[in-house]
């Protein structure tokens, strides 16, 4: 079994802070894309951001230039540092991982969420 486990959330007030952590264990070769997603009371869940094993990251264009996505490949965990915090960022955040549980099968992994709240 894989486990990712979240860390970070709370509530921020609008221009602030927030990191969020997930790490991934358990019976795995290698992680593949990383990230995490959001959904917002009402609303269908949309990506935030991933990153591949090689580094490279993908953004919603409504989290660009506020969130940074990166990658610790050893302790195959990611960080989001999330700045400029808006109202509009107040969601429950998903954790996404596509594992390599053997070679050649590939599966994909949730998190258990973490609430992010931006209010004054």
């Known amino acids: 079994q894989v486990q990712l486990v979240e860390s970070g959330g709370g509530l921020v007030q609008p221009g602030g802070s927030l990191r969020l952590s997930c790490a991934a264990s358990?019976?795995?070769?290698?992680?593949?894309?990383m990230g995490w997603h959001r959904q917002a009371p009402g609303k269908q869940r949309e990506l935030v951001a991933s990153?591949?094993?090689?580094?490279?990251?993908n953004y919603a264009e409504s989290v660009k230039g506020r969130f940074t996505l990166s990658r610790d490949n050893a302790r195959n965990t990611v960080y989001l540092q999330m700045n400029s915090l808006k109202p509009e960022d107040t969601a429950v955040y998903y954790c996404?991982?596509?594992?390599?549980?053997?070679?050649?099968?590939?599966?994909?992994?949730w998190g258990q969420g973490s609430q992010v709240t931006v209010s004054p």
């Open positions: 990153v591949s094993s090689g580094g490279s990251t």
């Open positions: 996404n991982a596509a594992v390599y549980v053997r070679f050649g099968v590939l599966q994909d992994y």
């Open positions: 358990g019976r795995l070769l290698k992680v593949a894309d």
